[in-house]
């Protein structure tokens, strides 16, 4: 299982409701290049983001599907991506000590299709640093929930 984390500075709540806009996905996403539809009730445990992953005219159309959900915490995924497999995705989101953000992890692990059969530290190597970029844009995304609005002064979402 890989195992990625990153300091945002924002609460939980911010950062979940990145997590609970489906579509928001395809610009955090490393990979993702288009949400295609987001079920209704998405993030809730059965509800599926469509996606379409990589460049076109040769995009790859699948689905993640939400497995378990604790809002402000947890989000459990299970993410398919065409024949190379699927992985189950763990984003657990706790808040710092001292107030000033959130510790967000994210555990990733091939749990079927071929890419099971890619050694652990090699799918490391591969993925390690796609998760750690996917983080940082979740990040900014969370931020910039918190920050105010242009010429309001207050806290909005853009």
Do not use: C
């Amino acid at each position: 299982m890989m195992k990625t984390v990153h300091v945002v500075g924002t609460s939980p709540d911010n950062v979940f409701a990145v997590l609970a806009d489906g579509w928001s996905y395809a610009g955090w996403v490393v990979g993702n290049s288009h949400i295609r539809d987001v079920d209704e009730g998405w993030p809730s445990v059965g509800t599926r983001i469509h996606h379409s992953a990589g460049a076109w005219p040769t995009q790859i159309e699948d689905t993640t599907t939400v497995l378990a959900v604790e809002p402000g915490r947890l989000l459990e995924l299970e993410a398919h991506l065409w024949v190379l497999g699927t992985a189950k995705v763990r984003l657990t989101l706790s808040p710092l000590h001292n107030g000033t953000g959130t510790q967000v992890t994210m555990e990733e692990e091939v749990v079927g299709g071929p890419a099971r059969l890619v050694p652990a530290v090699v799918q490391g190597v591969l993925f390690g640093p796609r998760n750690k970029e996917s983080l940082a844009r979740l990040g900014d995304l969370a931020v910039g929930r918190d920050a105010p609005s242009p010429g309001t002064g207050e806290n909005e979402p853009r």
